[in-house]
């Protein structure tokens, strides 16, 4: 679980990168050694939960035949496959949970544990209704096209100005990419472009103090009453109330 900060995958056939507010669940029958590249202008927080096959034949005896189980374990005897989905308020609240727990010992392990088994029950649903329901069902140059193209919006959101050009960039039609990139990462593509650019100029008016009219600019609108109108409406305040003067 993503709580804040990026990362571009680096591990060939797995798309291990990731970003703020989503979830992913990956699933394999092999040990896999990944590789990613955190991008360090963004801090990162993350909350991961492993589940072994051990621990499947630790409780098959309690929890055998119940759909949901049985389809998680079987997920664990195949090939790799990888799920994201956005994350809701429930998860965001279980992760924080789970960061901000202090102490040590017998108490703060059971409440470790608990929230464990929170988080493993609201991922179960992930495996209800026959079984798993991969986000990514494309074949490996469709799948590797859209996250060439993800981590070009990451690098330089201000680069994606239509999607027309960025299908254009990436030789594909603009249907086919919004669908191959909504299959693979759960989120539209525009919608993605407009979190990215905003995520963007948020920081360079925050953390850079660079005028509101140059983030504007720099993160692809041509106007900055614009990009002040998106932004109150994604934060809750115009960008120069979050403005820092050096």
Known sequence: MVLDGY?????????????P???????TNDRVSTRKVILSAHPVRTVELVVTPQWFEFVQTRFGGDPAFDAMGA???????????????????IA???????GSGFATALYLESRALDLLAALAAEFQGGGERPAVD???PALERVVAVREQIDRDPAVATTITALAAAFAVSPSKLKQDFSAAFGVGLGRYIHERRLQFGRELVEDHGVT???AAYRCGYGQPANFTTAFKRRFGRPPSAVRRFS
């Open 96 to 102: 924080r949970s789970i960061q901000h727990s202090t």
């Open 138 to 140: 494309l074949k490996a």
């Open 75 to 93: 997920a664990v005897e195949r090939a790799t496959v990888t799920r994201r989905r956005p994350l809701d308020a429930r998860l965001k609240q």
């Open 7 to 19: 990362a571009q995958g680096k591990t060939a056939g797995i798309d291990t990168g990731f970003r």
């Open 21 to 27: 507010g989503e979830f992913w669940i990956s699933s």
């Open 212 to 214: 509101v009219s140059e």
